[in-house]
């Protein structure tokens, strides 16, 4: 599995940006995609993940109520769309796959794409 990142940038405090994460195949019933985040000086966090079959999500509570995961089967394509964003959410995202059940701990992905760098200036 192959996946590439894109979508961040420079946006305001309170802005919004979507992040895309597609994926070369992914034909797994049991695959999970996740997006996490890494920011300067910091460890790599958990942000959300989805079950690619049946769409079970599950969030950090940094950003839940603020940033939607969702999936396009048909396009391979996993997306992050980040509302109400904030200084602290200033980092270089990375999706993320792996096989079996949700995890938030970035280590047991087994796949992961390139950074997507979003800064969010106050």
């Known amino acids: 599995v192959q996946l590439q990142a894109s979508g961040g940038g420079l946006v305001q405090a309170g802005g919004s940006l979507r992040l895309s994460c597609a994926a070369s195949?992914?034909?797994?019933?049991?695959?999970?995609m996740g997006w996490f985040r890494q920011a300067p000086g910091k460890e790599r966090e958990f942000v959300a993940a989805?079950?690619?079959?049946?769409?079970?999500?599950d969030y950090a509570d940094s950003v839940k109520g603020r940033f939607t995961i969702s999936r396009d089967i048909g396009k391979n394509t996993a997306y992050l769309q980040m509302n109400s964003l904030k200084p602290e959410d200033t980092a270089v995202y990375y999706c993320?796959?792996?096989?079996?059940?949700?995890?938030?701990?970035?280590?047991?992905?087994?796949?992961w794409g390139q950074g997507t760098e979003v800064t969010v200036s106050s």
């Open positions: 195949v992914l034909t797994f019933s049991s695959l999970v």
């Open positions: 993320a796959a792996r096989l079996g059940s949700f995890i938030r701990t970035p280590r047991m992905y087994r796949y």
């Open positions: 989805i079950k690619w079959s049946g769409g079970t999500i």
